[in-house]
């Protein structure tokens, strides 16, 4: 028997021993209800800004902002998240279990965190974020 054989039944012997691990199952299963729990209680903020009319008028008020600034708004969905970049600029609108918050950020580097309310005006926050009010 070669040593690669030998190394190769040994960490085929070491994954199945982790495999049948109580600990490691119980874990594994802890975490996976975690989730599944916590996407359960962002289900409804999700499915609001998904397909609420927050995001429509919120892109549409980034589209007329940027179109004056000569500024290409970039929408992009990540998970449940609404990523918008712009101009070296991001924002993020993340569903949380107790509603939606919105993140700002400059290149890389967070700026701002604040919850926002779906059935406000979608147009103070696309002026915020695209002017640069409050920073």
Not at 60 to 73: D, F, K, Q, W
Not at 108 to 125: A, F, W, Y
């Amino acid at each position: 028997m070669s040593f690669l054989d030998n190394l190769e039944n040994n960490l085929k012997a070491l994954e199945s021993r982790d495999e049948r691990d109580p600990e490691t199952l119980a874990r594994e299963a802890a975490a996976r209800e975690a989730a599944r729990s916590l996407a359960l209680q962002i289900a409804p903020h999700a499915e609001a800004l998904r397909n609420g009319p927050f995001k429509d008028g919120l892109l549409t008020a980034c589209r007329n902002i940027g179109h004056r600034g000569r500024i290409l708004v970039r929408p992009v969905w990540v998970d449940s998240t609404l990523r918008l970049e712009a101009a070296g600029k991001k924002l993020e609108l993340r569903p949380m279990p107790d509603g939606v918050l919105a993140v700002f950020f400059d290149g890389d580097t967070e700026r701002e965190r604040t919850p926002i309310d779906l059935s406000s005006d979608p147009v103070k926050l696309a002026e915020r974020w695209l002017e640069g009010e409050g920073t």
